[in-house]
């Protein structure tokens, strides 16, 4: 509690009573008195300048605050131990219930909902393991068909919720050796609790939202675009190494072809009748057509020679058919 309330003493949001330690023991906490109006009262909100949505977000961002970037937090997110006092701050009581979270688990946590947002399963996975939930030795490939059915079941609802999230994700892996260990169960408990109180405030509250603008805004994860340019730049880069061969064996394989060294063979598909003896150009072309389309992605303009050569392979494959 004492941590927490040092976490949080230069924010003007949110209130935590201080902890008098000459008068407390290892059973007996003595706290400074503090009051407040409790969260889910009609009469909460009135006289304060702030509404029943923007205390539900600050709900939300102040306990991500506590898991994901301290590290310790306060458990028990329910609707007595929340409360607005008359300045409008966020009042927290009753710090029985709360837990300290390894740096590897706050990171693991933070992959799982990475992974959620970029539809990632194979990260989902990782994460799912890493966090204790799956065996390492787990079948990675029926467990990743059954998580991509989890996404598309969740994609097909009109608003997506925590609880959805980890109901789909337990009835889904039930077939599966996997456990929730107590500091996952803790999260998934905060997580069903703290949202189920948000949305009491306000029925139209998107829990998953504030959490992805949150983790965004502190760097925990990355913006939309950023996930897309960083995803595109790790395709390039694992083609770069094919990319580069691809201009030499375009030499080899011209060099070939004004040596008559190149040979393409199709087999008939009639057998009274002979095969096209011009559809090797017609191959080649499709081919270049394809290679031109990759070297896109280069730097350099190589695609329009090689769209100039396919051209070329294409008319002389449509004269030659004309004439014959």
Same mark, same amino acid.
């Given at each position: ?41 009609? *009469?909460?909100?009135?006289?304060? %300048? ?25 458990? %028990? ?16 009581? %009753? ?24 539809? *990632? ?84 509250? %998107? ?62 598909? *009639? ?27 280069? *730097? ?25």
């Amino acid at each position: 509690m004492v941590d927490i309330r040092e976490n949080f003493v230069d924010d003007d949001r949110v209130v935590i009573p201080d902890v008098y330690e000459n008068l407390s023991s290892e059973r007996v906490l003595a706290m400074e008195y503090l009051t407040g109006r409790k969260i889910t009262d009609e *009469d909460a909100f009135d006289d304060v %300048d702030v509404t029943p949505h923007e205390m539900a977000t600050r709900i939300i961002e102040v306990y991500l605050e506590m898991g994901l970037v301290d590290g310790v937090f306060h458990a %028990d997110p329910h609707p007595g131990n929340l409360a607005i006092t008359d300045d409008g701050c966020l009042l927290l009581f %009753d710090f029985g219930m709360s837990e300290r979270l390894p740096a590897t688990v706050q990171e693991d946590i933070i992959g799982l909902y990475r992974a959620l947002v970029r539809h *990632d399963v194979d990260d989902l996975v990782d994460a799912l393991i890493a966090l204790n939930v799956l065996e390492p030795h787990v079948n990675r490939a029926e467990v990743s068909r059954v998580l991509e059915l989890v996404i598309e079941n969740l994609e097909g609802r009109s608003e997506i919720t925590w609880r959805m999230i980890i109901t789909e994700l337990t009835t889904m892996l039930r077939d599966f050796p996997f456990r929730i260990p107590p500091d996952v169960m803790l999260l998934i408990r905060v997580g069903t609790v703290g949202e189920g109180v948000c949305r009491q405030l306000d029925p139209e509250f %998107d829990f998953l939202a504030v959490v992805r603008s949150f983790l965004v805004e502190q760097g925990l994860i990355e913006s939309e675009l950023d996930a897309i340019i960083e995803e595109t730049w790790t395709d390039i880069r694992r083609s770069l190494p094919a990319l580069a061969r691809v201009p030499s064996r375009f030499d080899r394989t011209l060099y070939r072809l004004e040596r008559g060294e190149l040979v393409v063979r199709t087999e008939p598909v *009639d057998g009274h009748r002979m095969g096209d003896h011009n559809l090797g150009y017609a191959v080649l072309a499709g081919a270049l057509v394809v290679a031109a389309a990759i070297l896109t992605l280069h *730097d350099r303009p190589y695609e329009l020679p090689v769209l100039a050569v396919a051209a070329g392979f294409l008319l002389v494959y449509l004269v030659r058919r004309r004439m014959s």
